[in-house]
């Protein structure tokens, strides 16, 4: 009923000032002055930012289209994680997740959040870091320092040339590695 109302205000005001009705949304013309076209459907325009989200008009300045939903602004920095908001000042969206942002380096492990300065993600799990070279293996964490990883299966690191056969850990200045087998 709005938007044939507006078409015949349009159409009467455009033969009186021919520049009302400029715009045309899909086959209908309407007055851009005070409606939008939102995916090929004419809405009114609302407030000091009108914005589309699809179908509907909104207005951007109070609210925020997450994946084509309509949501009120949260906080002194809004953002999406997926049709929800959050302020992104304290919170972080972790694969879909809204989780509280946490220490020095918030870092998202799946849908979990976590400190990067004292933890890392192995694998899709958060293991405290330890030593100089913190390393994964797996869902384990080690040290590279000081052990290796081989084939999933942390062994100590040891001898001039520290190399992996399957899950044994060598010294290959000294032993060869045939097939998976020492030899």
Do not use: E, H
């Amino acid at each position: 009923m709005y938007q044939f109302i507006l078409l015949v205000l349009c159409c009467l005001l455009s033969w009186i000032a021919p520049i009302v009705c400029q715009g045309t949304c899909g086959t209908v013309q309407y007055n851009p002055t005070f409606s939008m076209c939102c995916s090929g459907v004419v809405q009114p325009k609302s407030g000091i930012s009108p914005s589309c989200c699809g179908t509907k008009a909104y207005d951007a300045t109070f609210s925020m289209c997450c994946s084509g939903t309509i949501q009120p602004r949260s906080g002194l920095q809004p953002l999406c994680c997926g049709t929800q908001t959050y302020d992104g000042t304290f919170s972080m969206c972790c694969s879909g997740t809204i989780q509280p942002k946490s220490g020095l380096q918030p870092l998202c492990c799946g849908t979990k959040a976590y400190d990067a300065t004292f933890s890392m993600c192995c694998s899709g799990t958060i293991q405290p870091r330890s030593g100089l070279q913190p390393l994964c293996c797996g869902a384990k964490a080690y040290d590279g320092t000081f052990s290796m990883c081989c084939s999933g299966v942390i062994q100590p690191r040891s001898g001039l040339q520290p190399s992996c056969c399957g899950t044994i850990a060598y010294d290959a200045a000294f032993n060869k590695c045939c097939n998976g087998q020492l030899c």
